[in-house]
T-cell receptor, first 115, second 115 residues
Framework: DQQVKQNSPSLSVQEGRISILNCDYT??????FLWYKKYPAEGPTFLIS?????DKNEDGRFTVFLNKSAKHLSLHIVPSQPGDSAVYFC??????????????FGTGTLLAVQP | GAVVSQHPSWVICKSGTSVKIECRSL??????MFWYRQFPKQSLMLMAT?????????EQGVEKDKFLINHASLTLSTLTVTSAHPEDSSFYIC???????????FGPGTRLTVT
């Protein structure tokens, strides 16, 4: 059962435009959501996170929106740059009664920013 | 801050031998470290969670006798793939939880090829 889903395996955007990456989840117990960027043969790099008590978090060119009722979050990158080309993973975390927090990852979306 | 290193970055070994991969948090103390495996064009699969000084918790389907995890200190965790076989060839990534428990910082990964 895939608790975190990224239904778009790839996305192509022109440089300077907005990139919107989407993520859906099924478990209402998730309390933090994170976005990671990954280049081939490298570990993921943390980008931005959002708590379930918020609906928006912004950091520079990156903004994450959370719609709890729809169990949906999105990452907006504006303006998009060629260096943003990578695979983007969304991940969700839940406080299992104070136990270690595991991250559940989506399947990733390959973003290609065209110059 | 929040730098995680892995060693080696790649390793080739013969079938039947054992391989040890090290994961270190360089500038923070990590009470919890995680080990993931990634197959080509797939998401990150959590293998196990390790807390400093205690036994690792393995995910369902992961053989604990094959993938030995030791978390001897707050900055070091090791994964040993015992009696490796070609099907163990994969990209192994570790991560560590920092001050904010819901965020994980990833190492650069280790490419294991078993011949």
């Amino acid at each position: 059962d895939q608790q975190v889903k990224q239904n778009s395996p790839s996305l192509s955007v022109q440089e300077g435009r907005i990139s919107i990456l989407n993520c859906d989840y099924t478990n209402s117990m998730f309390d933090y959501f994170l976005w990671y960027k990954k280049y081939p043969a490298e570990g993921p790099t943390f980008l931005i996170s959002i708590s379930s008590i918020k609906d928006k978090n912004e950091d520079g060119r990156f903004t994450v929106f959370l719609n709890k009722s729809a169990k949906h979050l999105s990452l907006h990158i504006v303006p998009s740059q060629p260096g943003d080309s990578a695979v983007y993973f969304c991940a969700a975390s839940s406080d299992y009664g104070g136990a270690t927090n595991k991250l559940i990852f989506g399947t990733g979306t390959l973003l290609a920013v065209q110059p | 801050g929040a730098v995680v290193s892995q060693h080696p970055s790649w390793v080739i070994c013969k079938s039947g031998t054992s391989v040890k991969i090290e994961c270190r948090s360089l500038d923070f103390q990590a009470t919890t470290m995680f080990w993931y495996r990634q197959f080509p064009k797939q998401s990150l699969m959590l293998m196990a969670t390790s807390n400093e000084g205690s036994k690792a918790t393995y995910e369902q389907g992961v053989e604990k006798d094959k993938f030995l995890i030791n978390h001897a200190s707050l900055t070091l965790s090791t994964l040993t793939v015992t009696s490796a076989h070609p099907e163990d060839s994969s990209f192994y990534i570790c991560s560590a939880s920092g001050v904010r428990y819901y965020e994980q910082y990833f190492g650069p990964g280790t490419r294991l090829t078993v011949t």
